[in-house]
């Protein structure tokens, strides 16, 4: 319909050929000496958390506080996006006992029965990723310590045995040191901008602060993170851990809420085609 | 309340070729611009180096300007209503 | 020597009518500024209010893929608004001025936009019916007479290309899939179809500025025209979807050798153009929030910038 001499023929399509199947044409046998049930689990800590935070940002579509920010925003939720399906396609793969049983006739491929058909008791997502929105201080803060924590995680899973895993590791890694970027740029700017803007980042870092341990943060990142906040002049929070049992499948209430608006769709139509 | 302001975006979009106008975003500084660049004009990995630079420094010729008698016209954006701000309750302007 | 308005609205005529493109520094006459400030600050309102009814399901959306495929065209429309706006800088209007008037009332965006999207259908239908007739629409705006417009067209055309895809591939996928499903489609087909055909405006015989519009290269068909031209288009992708169109007058016309169809409702047009549709407060309440809730983002933004300068 439009013409090529109009538009030119260098057509960029917004994904690789692989898009279907995420997966497609990889080798996911398992490496020996890998434990199929761990390497499932691990993929699934990785990948829930990359899709609840993914979710959460993908909330801020069309109210962000101006365009740019918007379009950043959505490329961030798009990149999780991927990671997500990428780690629960491996999941799958991996040990397809972790899969939920569906009807033999169902045409739902495995990530979707992942993401969409485990209950909140399922998900190994950390506690961090799955608290509600706040405001855009709070959107920041929580990518910072996330996506550090995160990228230290794909460097050192870089060198795994398992050469998906590894695989998934190296684009990430990309994608990850750009969020934290992002992150850390806006959480400095926000840190040292108005009396408001700081009063905001700080009261998100003192919300935030009680899931770090959660995190349990490789090596190497609280240093990351203290250059961010001491460019940002801001100290440590001092405050109590909370319980963040997310690894163990305990969650609260908000990734109930997120979930069953999530999955509504799917499950309403377990035989549909998308 | 402030505006952020303008930025042109030029993009090599692969190697050996020049840089090319491509758009203008807003941005509060020149690392935001770049950011905003790459996230609004390499969706679609249509770049591998980014420029950015604020629209007020660019300094430009006006398209007409050999043919003397179109010069003075060229830039001149205060002879258009919409140059100026008139608050919004001042009826019939 | 002093140059007349008159030599000026000459050279102005000549360059439209060679098919030069009019660039920011010419001179242009002071109602060319303004029709096409008001006609692409409507464009740019249309694809930043456009996000919200698609963008409700992404957080639903029935798969991974999906997910990926709407977040991703739902972010191309904020990028389509960010490139209007810029052109519509380049006339000297500023986009803080264009979202306050848009924010006000006093610039329009497409009545589509205030219709809801109670189905996950309506993705697939917006992307098909919506998108397609706005390519209708855009395409030969890829050629309109001021620069800086038509060159925003060109990358939101290709861009466009993908949504609209999407969307029939979705409804494909649908047909293909349970009974559910399929009356799924049609039914979102049923309520989209006439809101489609008015996104071409009212007929020529309405439209006050169409003719003027035309003269100068800013628009380039007449909305008759197009969508003439979108009906004869759906027609065929309707019979490959296995749908069917909503209107018993849609027929083909083998002596014009295009189809005939019914008239669309153009109260109903006008209600809503004036405000009354299903959505128009919601749409523009969710805007004017987002932009208040991130003034002290782009305030802090400022105040750190300066900083670093001084």
Redesign the interface.
């Known amino acids: 319909m439009i013409s090529d001499d109009l538009l030119g023929n260098d057509a960029h399509w917004a994904f690789g050929t692989d898009f279907e199947d995420p997966l497609a044409g990889v080798d996911t046998t398992v490496p020996d000496g890998v434990d199929p049930a761990s390497l499932a689990r691990y993929c699934l800590m990785l990948g829930d958390d990359a899709l609840v935070l993914s979710q959460r940002l993908s909330e801020w579509c069309s109210r962000a506080p101006d365009l740019e920010e918007d379009i950043a925003l959505a490329n961030v939720a798009l990149d999780l996006l991927g990671q997500a399906r990428l780690l629960l396609a491996r999941a799958a793969a991996a040990d397809p006992s972790v899969v939920p049983a569906l009807p033999d006739d169902s045409p739902v491929p495995a990530e979707d029965a992942l993401a969409f058909f485990r209950s909140p008791a399922e998900f190994r997502n950390v506690t961090m990723a799955e608290l509600p929105n706040g405001d855009f201080a709070e959107a920041i803060t929580r990518l910072l310590l996330l996506s550090t924590c995160r990228l230290a995680e794909f460097e050192s899973m870089a060198a795994h045995p398992d050469a998906v895993l590894a695989a998934v590791a190296a684009k990430g890694r990309k994608e990850l040191a750009y969020h934290r970027d992002f992150a850390a740029r806006w959480f400095v700017t926000l840190a040292r901008g108005t009396a408001e803007s700081r009063r905001r980042v700080l009261d998100a870092l003192d919300g935030l602060w009680a899931f770090w341990p959660e995190l349990d943060a490789p090596a190497g990142v609280e240093v990351v993170l203290d250059q961010v906040f001491a460019a940002a002049d801001v100290s440590r929070p001092e405050v109590a851990p909370a319980r963040g049992l997310g690894r163990e499948c305990v969650h609260t209430e908000a990734l109930t809420d997120l979930l069953a608006e999530m999955q509504s769709v799917a499950r309403a139509h377990p035989r549909g085609l998308w | 309340m402030s505006e952020w302001p303008l930025y042109e975006v030029f993009l090599r979009g692969k190697r050996g070729l020049n840089h090319v106008h491509v758009g203008s975003l807003h941005a509060p500084d020149d690392r935001f611009a770049l950011m905003h660049a790459r996230d609004v004009y390499t969706r679609r990995n249509e770049g591998v180096s980014i420029w950015v630079v604020r629209a007020c420094e660019i300094t430009a010729s006006s398209p007409d300007e050999k043919d003397p008698m179109f010069a003075p016209s060229g830039d001149k954006v205060y002879r258009h209503p919409t140059f100026y701000d008139i608050p919004a309750h001042v009826p019939h302007l | ?1 002093t ?1 007349t308005e008159t ?2 609205a000459e ?1 102005f005529e000549a360059t439209v009518a060679r098919g030069d493109r009019i ?1 920011p ?3 242009m006459p ?1 109602a060319y ?2 029709t096409l ?1 008001r006609q692409i600050a409507q464009h740019a309102h249309s694809e ?1 209010i456009g ?2 009814p698609e ?1 409700n399901w ?12 709407l ?2 065209k ?3 429309e ?2 389509h ?3 209007l ?2 052109a519509c ?1 380049t ?7 264009l979202t306050e008037k848009l924010l ?1 009332g006093k610039q329009k965006y497409s009545s589509i936009f205030n219709y809801p999207t109670p189905s ?1 259908a309506d993705v697939g239908t917006i992307g098909w019916l919506v998108d397609g007739a706005a ?1 209708c629409n855009q ?1 030969p705006l ?2 309109t007479s001021f620069g800086p417009y038509g ?2 067209m ?2 939101i ?3 466009e ?2 949504h609209q895809r999407q969307g029939y591939e ?1 409804l494909m ?2 047909m ?3 009974e ?2 399929r009356a799924m489609v049609q039914e979102s087909v049923d309520r989209f179809w006439w809101p489609a055909l008015m996104m071409f405006g009212p007929p020529d015989d309405a439209s006050p500025h169409t003719g003027q519009s035309m003269a100068w290269g800013i628009k380039r068909n007449t909305n008759d025209e197009l969508r003439q031209k979108f009906v004869d ?1 759906t027609v065929p992708q309707a019979r490959a979807l296995g749908v069917t169109l909503p209107d018993p007058e849609l027929r083909w016309n083998s002596e014009r050798r295009a189809h005939d169809f019914g008239e669309p409702d153009w109260d109903e047009f006008w209600a809503v153009v004036e405000g009354n549709g299903p959505c128009n407060a919601e749409r523009l309440d ?1 805007r004017r ?2 932009h208040e ?13 300066e ?2 300068a001084r």
């Open positions: 020597m140059v030599e000026l050279h660039e520094r010419d001179w002071e500024r303004k400030i930043i996000m919200q963008g992404i957080s639903r959306a029935p798969s991974l893929r999906r997910k990926a495929i977040l991703a739902v972010q191309d904020a990028g608004g960010l490139y706006y810029s800088e006339l000297g209007t500023a986009r803080r001025e006000s996950y390519i395409v890829c050629r060159r925003a060109i990358r055309c290709k861009e290309s993908f979705l996928t649908m293909r899939g349970t559910e499903q288009m969710r929030r987002a809730d991130g003034a002290w983002v782009r305030d802090a933004a400022v105040a750190f910038a900083e670093g």
